[in-house]
């Protein structure tokens, strides 16, 4: 029996899951503790300033920074509002290292608000493709103040790319109500239906898409589900 049980241990660390009960956790807000994950690029670029210390140059001329921003919008929380308009843009934009800046300053102002995590959680998608980080940052971003309303919508496509089709079709079903105008939640929600075999629901949700505008590249994926799905 004792050699049964030291093998099936052995087993799981060779998976891995004896090294993942040993992941460092770093807190980043009080109350707020994610896992210590950093990247090959410059600490401004990477989530959290990439764990570096408080006296590294970046983060410094970032803070020194803080007054002048804060002095020039009036508030700390205007403040927060610019730089996190500056994130998104730049998320919009498919400048991930610059989105990652931003949203650093605005850990910086402000890092218990949920757009911190949220911000992040597309920059490690985007830029590292760690899906797991991204996945981990998108949960805190639920738990915090003040969630953006394309949260569901950002975290239900991460879902698809990770294939847990079952778990984004009820994050979608948020998504649409929350912002029934953006075209691609709907193809997001169209494509996990299709994913769990609802075909019908499928065809009735890229319907709903292309009445909204959705982004170029949406198009093209709404013309495989509409094939896939056999719509008419």
């Known amino acids: 029996m004792r050699r049964h049980v030291t093998r099936w241990m052995m087993a799981l660390a060779v998976f891995g899951f004896a090294g993942a009960a040993h992941a460092e956790m770093v807190e980043v807000a009080p109350g707020v503790q994610v896992t210590k994950t950093t990247f090959d690029a410059p600490a401004d670029e990477q989530p959290f300033y990439g764990f570096t210390a408080k006296t590294a140059e970046p983060r410094a001329?970032?803070?020194?920074?803080?007054?002048?921003?804060?002095?020039?919008?009036?508030?700390?929380?205007?403040?927060?509002?610019?730089?996190t308009l500056r994130g998104w843009k730049a998320v919009q934009g498919g400048r991930a290292a610059e989105a990652a800046k931003r949203f650093n300053q605005a850990y910086l102002l402000m890092p218990e608000q949920s757009a911190v995590y949220h911000g992040l959680a597309m920059v490690a998608q985007m830029r590292f493709n760690d899906l797991a980080f991204a996945d981990e940052l998108f949960k805190?971003?639920?738990?915090?103040?003040?969630?953006?309303?394309?949260?569901?919508?950002?975290?239900?496509?991460?879902?698809?790319?990770?294939?847990?089709?079952?778990?984004a079709q009820p994050v979608l079903e948020k998504a649409v109500v929350d912002t029934a105008d953006f075209g691609d939640a709907w193809a997001y929600l169209a494509f996990a239906k299709l994913q769990n075999g609802?075909?019908?629901?499928?065809?009735?949700?890229?319907?709903?898409?292309?009445?909204r505008k959705p982004s170029r590249s949406t198009v093209r994926d709404l013309a495989h589900i509409e094939k896939d799905a056999q719509c008419n």
């Open 140 to 167: 805190q971003a639920y738990k915090q103040p003040h969630p953006l309303k394309a949260l569901n919508s950002d975290y239900g496509r991460l879902l698809l790319m990770q294939k847990r089709y079952r778990d």
């Open 61 to 83: 001329a970032d803070e020194k920074l803080l007054p002048d921003l804060i002095a020039a919008t009036g508030s700390r929380e205007q403040a927060f509002e610019a730089v």
């Open 198 to 211: 609802d075909k019908a629901g499928a065809c009735v949700d890229a319907a709903e898409a292309r009445k």
